[in-house]
């Protein structure tokens, strides 16, 4: 996986652990807005590594725009991360991206 990605114009970088915990809990990824991360923990499933990261982006994404509170809106952003590549595949389908 590239270890850069523009957000909005905002370089950020894409950091890879081999795991990532909270606390006791381990989970996929998290993004730092102050710090320009993307957090992506290692997974033998790429697929699964892809939807962490388009969530951890979309995070950023609200981030950088301005809207802190859609960027800290957990449900928004998983329901986003599961719609939004639906919608994309169809602008690909039409030539519009
Ligand atoms: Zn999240």
């Given at each position: ?26 989970i996929g ?7 320009r991360k ?39 952003i ?20």
């Open positions: 996986m590239e270890n850069k990605m523009s957000i909005l114009g905002v370089e950020y970088e894409i950091v890879s652990p081999e795991e990532l915990n909270a606390g006791e809990e381990q990824g998290f993004h730092d807005g102050f710090e993307l957090f992506v923990a290692q997974h033998e499933v790429k697929e699964f590594m892809r939807t962490c990261l388009l969530h951890e982006a979309l995070h950023a994404m609200f981030f950088e725009a301005g809207f802190e509170n859609y960027s800290d809106d957990e449900k928004l998983s329901a986003l991360e599961h719609l939004l590549p639906k919608v994309s595949g169809e602008f690909k389908r039409h030539n519009l991206i």
